[in-house]
């Protein structure tokens, strides 16, 4: 008799299994590893169960069983796991590291219902004395290898919070908030509604573009497609068999890439329909250089052949390597023209046949929003339609926050998400960079989850800057070759407003693209306002070269000496405390003259306001503050909670605040962003409302017409 679950994790768990055929399976894995009886109680007791178990290898072969274990929802909400776990149980006493890289082509050949399998964590138990070393060294941040316990360990009486210890630790070390590749499953977050846009457009065979910066998401999405299709598809439906091919690698177009490119797809289509026993002699037959008609007519008699079969979907990413901007004036070459054979050809075997249909992805939208194409027609004009991956929602920001968070013990409150969200304007990947320093920046017990405080973000912003230059130094660059319009117009919103919004009028394509592709929003009274992502890429487009940071390094652009040994100026405050004056003046007098000096520099040019520091320019410190305050990450949350309360939201993610050393000093440097548009106090600050306008050395108040006429001049519509 099974084990059942303990109360604390009764609560959602999974049921007992009582499927005959499964049980028998159990049942034979238990004579084979007779520690998977233990271990199956122990996953019992935390209201989990084996759902899925089948021996590797044939019959009379000994070389271990894969195991699919769906946790209880207790453990579900604690780590975010989304999918079924793979356990896997091998009898080796020297286990190698090909059966752990392995277990990816084992779970492809799953049933289709049970395809959907975490990647990510993965269980072992091997008879291996180094079992935990081996798995420690072959594990990494996309697929942590955990071992399952012991004899030793089974038999401890804490064995349950022993084997959630050992999963907190394990899971909690990987920065799955860092992804250098695409990603997919329970990396993918995010992008419902673009995702099911593109799938009901490959269901009604209408042709959809799928364009954006930079690191949006572009081939996750596609990847994404393709994985929850195989994943999810239902037993009896007609197969759709996705094809993704990267065009990076082609050669330019005086080389004539199409010639290669055919021979990519054919080869490709041909590998994707043997996976599923379908014909391919068709694509077999096509001789060695063919050119896209031989192409399109050996594709259509095998599409014909196979109609009720299945469909075949080609997913076609970096488009912009067959269409680049600007190809220079001759384009008369073989090469150009077999791209517009191409396009022609498969739009026409979308018209003809209902089990075809393809995606294309890339940077530019020209090679679907432009008339022309080399000189001629362009095919796909007005035939397939535009889909830009802009920033992400707030809610999408918290998702992806969230379930990773979940996974390596964060949690975001709501006014951590909406900060770290306004600070990187939505944009995925600029998210997860912030995401992944404040995890770096974390040193805590790793079966703890830690509560991400507004104060510990502004900490990590700084270094986020610093990491993320390089990327967003390129967004302006971007625009200027791609979409050459759009990037004059950004420009325009930045050097003069006014003129942008009379020009929008006329250009108001240019400006939707622009929207689409996060670099502009439009603001409640019918205006236009730069996103953090333009904000972020002019202002590094515009510094000098001694200025700006160095990639991979983590100092702000100028040291904390120099701000200290600066005089006051249009840019830089000093404040020898925040709240510790020691005689008989109100904190909140104080707090406010920080303030005051924050909304200066909001309204004007931007500044830094250095806290710990006299008049006279002698390092006090804030030690007395932080004493005040209990630790440096209550005084970051009382700053935050004052500039929330009287600065207001428009301003809050425009404030970075870090405590760096000074000799034997901590300091408190608060560096503040110029506004994109007026800010004046939620409540009454230093007695006084009004506009806040930084003028030379001091702080001044507008009222009335004279605020009216700043703002006028300041941010022209």
């Keep these: 008799m099974t084990a059942r679950p303990k109360p604390a994790y009764a609560h959602g768990a999974v049921p007992e299994a009582r499927d005959a055929t499964l049980l028998t399976r159990i049942e034979e894995l238990h004579r084979a590893v007779p520690i998977s009886v233990a271990h199956r109680d122990l996953l019992r007791e935390l209201g989990s169960e084996f759902v899925y178990a089948r021996p590797l290898g044939g019959p009379g072969e000994n070389i271990g069983w894969l195991v699919l274990v769906r946790f209880g929802s207790v453990l579900e909400s604690r780590f975010g796991f989304t999918r079924e776990i793979p356990l896997l149980y091998s009898p080796f006493a020297d286990l190698q590291i090909r059966t752990t890289d392995g277990l990816e082509a084992r779970l492809a050949q799953l049933p289709s219902e049970r395809r959907s399998v975490s990647t990510n964590e993965v269980l072992v138990w091997a008879p291996d004395l180094r079992l935990a070393a081996k798995l420690e060294s072959w594990s990494r941040a996309a697929r942590v290898l955990l071992p399952m316990p012991s004899d030793n360990d089974l038999e401890h009486p804490e064995r349950l919070q022993r084997f959630i210890d050992l999963l907190a630790s394990k899971l909690a070390s990987r920065d799955l908030y860092s992804a250098r590749g695409y990603v997919t499953g329970d990396q993918f977050f995010g992008r419902a509604v673009e995702l099911q846009q593109v799938a009901d457009s490959v269901r009604q065979q209408e042709v959809v573009g799928v364009f954006g910066l930079r690191k949006t998401g572009k081939t996750s999405l596609l990847n994404e497609l393709k994985r929850s299709y195989d994943s999810e598809r239902d037993a009896g439906e007609r197969l759709q068999l996705f094809v993704y091919q990267d065009l990076e690698h082609l050669p330019s177009l005086s080389e004539d890439p199409v010639v290669e490119l055919v021979q990519d797809l054919a080869e490709n289509i041909r590998r994707r329909f043997k996976q599923e026993g379908l014909r391919t002699q068709e694509l077999a037959d096509l001789p060695v250089g063919a050119s896209p008609s031989d192409f399109r007519r050996a594709l259509d008699r095998l599409l014909e052949k196979i109609a009720d079969q299945a469909t075949l979907v080609l997913l076609l990413d970096e488009i912009e390597y067959l269409c680049p901007p600007n190809p220079g004036p001759d384009t008369s070459g073989i090469g150009y023209q077999r791209v517009r054979q191409l396009f022609g050809g498969l739009r026409k075997l979308v018209q003809e046949r209902d089990n075809f249909a393809f995606v294309l992805a890339g940077l530019s939208s020209s090679a679907i929003e432009s008339p022309e194409l080399y000189g001629a027609p362009n095919p796909l004009?007005?035939?397939?339609?535009?889909?830009?991956?802009?920033?992400?929602?707030?809610?999408?920001?918290?998702?992806?926050?969230?379930?990773?968070?979940?996974?390596v013990s964060l949690h975001w409150p709501e006014d951590a998400v909406a900060l770290a969200h306004g600070v990187s304007g939505g944009h995925a990947l600029l998210i997860r960079e912030l995401a992944s320093i404040v995890l770096q920046n974390q040193r805590h017990s790793r079966s703890n989850t830690v509560q991400i405080r507004p104060g510990i973000v502004h900490q990590a912003i700084p270094k986020w800057r610093t990491a993320v230059a390089s990327h967003v130094r390129d967004v302006l660059p971007h625009l200027r070759r791609y979409y050459t319009d759009e990037a004059d117009l950004a420009i325009m919103l930045m050097d003069d407003p006014g003129a942008f919004g009379d020009f929008a009028k006329s250009y108001s394509d240019s400006v939707g693209r622009l929207v689409d592709l996060g670099i502009v929003s439009a603001t409640p009274d019918g205006g236009w306002m730069p996103t953090p992502l333009l904000q972020f890429s002019y202002e590094f487009e515009k510094r000098p070269e001694a200025d700006r940071p160095v990639s991979g390094g983590a100092k702000p652009a100028r040291s904390v000496e120099e701000l200290i040994s600066a005089d006051e100026s249009e840019l830089v405050e000093r404040k020898e405390t925040l709240r510790a004056h020691g005689g008989s003046v109100p904190d909140e007098v104080i707090v406010d003259q920080v303030l005051k000096a924050c909304l200066g520099f909001l309204n004007r040019r931007g500044g830094h306001v250095i806290v710990g520091v006299t008049d006279d320019g002698t390092v006090v410190g804030i030690d007395r503050d932080i004493?005040?305050?209990?630790?440096?990450?209550?005084?970051?949350?009382?700053?935050?909670?004052?500039?929330?309360t009287k600065i207001g939201n428009s301003g809050i993610d425009l404030i970075s605040v870090t405590t760096p050393r000074c000799g034997d000093s901590t300091v408190m440097i608060i560096e503040v962003l110029p506004s994109p548009e007026p800010v004046f106090p939620a409540k009454p600050v230093d007695g006084k409302d009004g506009l806040f306008v930084r003028n030379n050395n001091t702080t001044n108040v507008l009222v009335g017409k004279e605020a009216l006429d700043y703002v006028g001049r300041r941010w022209k519509r």
């Excluded at 397939?384 to 969230?402: I, T």
């Excluded at 004493?627 to 929330?644: A, E, I, N, P, W």
């Design 381 to 407: 004009f007005s035939f397939a339609r535009p889909l830009y991956l802009g920033p992400f929602s707030v809610s999408e920001a918290d998702e992806l926050l969230n379930g990773i968070g979940r996974k």
């Design 627 to 644: 004493k005040m305050c209990g630790s440096v990450d209550k005084l970051l949350q009382f700053l935050t909670d004052k500039v929330r």
